[in-house]
């Protein structure tokens, strides 16, 4: 035999030196719930091992992770139903306790890259991305309001926008918005491929934004495709996005590889809530080893083509590679 592939494979050492892909720390965007009060943090029953935080809660554990090396968190609020109504204008008032606590996260920790969400969902009384009226999402008018939120967003100091809507013309609409207010430097990673997934199962129970009636699957991708998510990328690349994002990650690996050989922009995956639940009741079980199967996964997501990865195992692996 001349060829003989197992002799890369013969020891750890050998196996390390030829090894095609690698996931560090750095290449890891950690998604933080944030809750109101004070000196308060909940577990989600269904995601062991992630929280609810207060805002000072949120910023201990940011500080946490700044030590694993942890730099990029991707913050979600949860309000009480109290506060929402059909336009979401909490979400641009500039007392509510997110914009606050992205404004004090900067303060603290300057160095660290603070995205966040836009879209209508956690503040709207509908539970939906978009204006409901007569059971229809209306796309043109819910940019105004995403508008706004992107700005208040901005003025509190987030360094990345991440549109998690799927509106038509968002990207170009939060664009001009943001520079027209001279937030010219604020980054948009655009969720370009967002499928209507069963996935995000336990990301409503963390922020209690499910809809109240209907579904997503006016304005989220159907599953079924990937051509239509080349659309969206080019889409969002002509409007202004500097990045790309593929949610669910683990299901839509093809897309992801999809993306990546079709842009010069960096492509982003989202491991969402279902995926980590998945493989962390299986090891609560003892069905699968928890850390192998996150090591396999993350390591899946960057070799299909993510430069960035948005995943609930960040702090997890930062652990795991500090040793």
């Known amino acids: ?68 090396g942890i730099k990029t968190f991707d913050l979600f609020p949860s309000f009480d139903d109290k506060y929402k109504d ?57 940019l105004e309001v995403l508008g706004k939120m992107a700005v208040a967003q901005a003025r509190a100091g987030a360094d990345i926008i991440g549109p998690s809507d799927m509106m038509d013309g968002r990207v170009e609409y939060l664009r001009d918005a943001l520079d027209d207010n001279g937030f010219e430097k604020v980054s948009i990673m655009s969720y370009t491929a967002k499928y209507a997934s069963s996935f995000y199962g ?49 299901a839509y690996l093809d897309v992801i590889k999809l993306l990546a050989e079709n842009t010069q922009l960096p492509i982003a995956a989202y491991n969402v809530s279902g995926e980590y639940a998945m493989i962390k009741a299986a090891d609560q ?11 396999e996964t993350l390591t899946a997501i960057r070799r299909a083509g993510a430069k960035i990865i948005l995943t609930y195992f960040a702090k997890e692996f930062a652990q795991l590679q500090k040793g």
């Open 1 to 68: 035999m001349l060829r003989r592939p197992r002799r890369n494979r013969k020891s750890q050492v050998i196996r390390d030196l030829v090894q095609e892909t690698q996931v560090a720390t750095h290449d890891l965007v950690f998604p933080m719930f944030l809750i109101n009060g004070i000196n308060n943090r909940e577990e989600v029953a269904s995601m062991p091992g992630i929280f609810r935080h207060t805002p000072d809660m949120l910023i201990d554990e940011i500080g946490e992770c700044v030590e694993l």
């Open 86 to 142: 059909k336009y979401a204008t909490i979400s641009y008032d500039e007392s509510n306790f997110y914009l606050k606590t992205i404004a004090e996260v900067k303060r603290q920790y300057p160095e660290v890259v603070v995205m966040t969400d836009v879209a209508m969902d956690p503040y709207s009384s509908d539970g939906h991305d978009g204006i409901v009226k007569n059971g229809e999402i209306l796309n043109d008018e819910t």
């Open 285 to 295: 079980k003892g069905w699968l080893d928890g850390q192998q199967c996150m090591l």
């Open 202 to 250: 336990p990301f409503r129970d963390a922020l209690d934004s499910a809809p109240k009636s209907g579904d997503k699957k006016t304005y989220q991708m159907d599953p079924a495709n990937a051509n239509e998510a080349l659309i969206e990328a080019e889409l969002d690349e002509l409007e202004g996005a500097d990045m790309l994002m593929v949610k669910p990650a683990m």
